[in-house]
């Protein structure tokens, strides 16, 4: 079972290594900078009998993610970690800008050099989980929650697939491309045909459709039908081939590209701009659907959308039913900082930051944890 399972079911209340799998190389230092370990080894020979307070923030509102990586860092790597203390929100909080999420109190030289780490797990994971957050919201402009497929794998590296999952999770998205992005919440990724596919084919999609059924069966039919740069005449051949097995077509044209349908219907341009996934083409697609007694087909759209993509269809009532978001949700635009606000319970802290108590932190109580096991 994993562990998200049973912190949904109340059994535990935070997340550990079982899930996240630290690099052992952590506790050697290796991704500290390298201030951080000198400043261990200075404060170690020089000023070991002290005692601060870091505290984290950020600069804007923002859903915050990454709580349950760190503590479980910090009960991992940390020095004498049951003799720290620990308070902090949850993953999933709403925070504010300058608001702190998370104060560790103890000896400098047993936690220290995590700072940069720390701020970087946060950072990330607040991000993602944000920008997820606000997509999902766009989605539900309307007052129905239309489903967002996180389909991040193409747009940064691979290892980062399980972390970005789980903070797209917390963000809102329950569907999700590659096995990875579901490792430490979900259960397999999803998804059904790509360009590749149906290249193989010659262009057939139909022919590729097939296929994909025949292999998948048990697979819910979705067509991509963008292939041939003709959406609509793609559309109607699945959906006449298929009937009512055909849940749903989805639509990718680049944003370089006029579908051939303005091209037939040249009357049509002048007022809008033609190119890749735009609102008149699907609307035009979901008349032709409902025209042809497919009404039952759902229609899904990829490629280049953003939470104001988003809004502005939705704004306009587009006939979506589900969106493919990608390289936008990624975007790490907000930043932590972690700073030492009190020494030995007085205040001492760099010039403009103080201690800043919050009272929605709860004290997280130490979890010994290991960097070996396996869920």
């Not at 009960?75 to 925070?95: N, Q, R, V, Y």
């Not at 701020?119 to 967002?148: E, H, L, M, W």
């Amino acid at each position: 079972m994993k562990e998200i399972t049973r912190k949904l079911n109340g059994e535990i209340d935070r997340l550990t290594n079982k899930t996240f799998k630290f690099d052992e190389r952590v506790g050697e230092g290796w991704f500290s900078a390298v201030y951080f370990l000198k400043t261990k080894e200075i404060v170690q020979n020089h000023l070991k009998d002290n005692h601060v307070t870091m505290q984290f923030f950020q600069k804007n509102d923002a859903v915050l993610c990454g709580t349950d990586e760190v503590i479980a860092l910090i009960h991992t790597f940390a020095d004498h970690p049951e003799e720290l203390e620990i308070h902090s929100l949850k993953d999933g909080d709403k925070i504010s800008p300058y608001e702190t999420v998370m104060t560790i109190s103890g000896p400098y030289q047993n936690f220290g050099y995590l700072e940069g780490i720390i701020d970087g797990i946060f950072a990330r994971r607040t991000s993602v989980a944000t920008n997820v957050y606000n997509v999902v919201k766009a989605a539900r402009t309307n007052g129905k929650q239309k489903p967002i497929i996180f389909m991040g794998d193409r747009d940064d590296h691979y290892t980062q697939q399980a972390g970005d999952g789980y903070a797209s999770f917390i963000g809102g998205s329950t569907a999700q491309a590659t096995h990875a992005m579901n490792e430490w919440w979900g259960k397999e990724g999803m998804g059904t045909m790509p360009h590749a596919l149906i290249q193989m084919f010659k262009g057939d999609v139909v022919a590729a459709t097939r296929a994909y059924h025949e292999q998948f069966p048990e697979d819910e039919v979705m067509a991509l039908v963008d292939y041939n740069n003709d959406v609509i005449t793609d559309s109607l051949k699945v959906a006449r081939e298929f009937g009512d097995e055909l849940k749903a077509v989805r639509v990718d044209t680049s944003r370089s590209m006029v579908d051939k349908y303005f091209l037939r219907n040249q009357h049509l341009m002048g007022t809008f701009d033609p190119r890749g996934v735009n609102p008149e083409l699907i609307f035009a697609l979901r008349r032709t659907l409902d025209k042809e007694g497919y009404d039952h087909v759902k229609i899904v759209v990829s490629g280049g959308f953003t939470e104001d993509r988003i809004r502005m269809f939705e704004e306009l009532k587009v006939p979506v039913d589900m969106y493919g978001v990608g390289g936008s949700l990624l975007k790490i635009d907000i930043g932590f900082t972690g700073d030492n606000v009190l020494l030995n319970g007085k205040p001492e802290a760099k010039e403009g930051r103080r201690y800043s108590p919050n009272p929605r932190l709860e004290k997280v109580p130490y979890q010994p944890q290991t960097i070996d096991e396996e869920i």
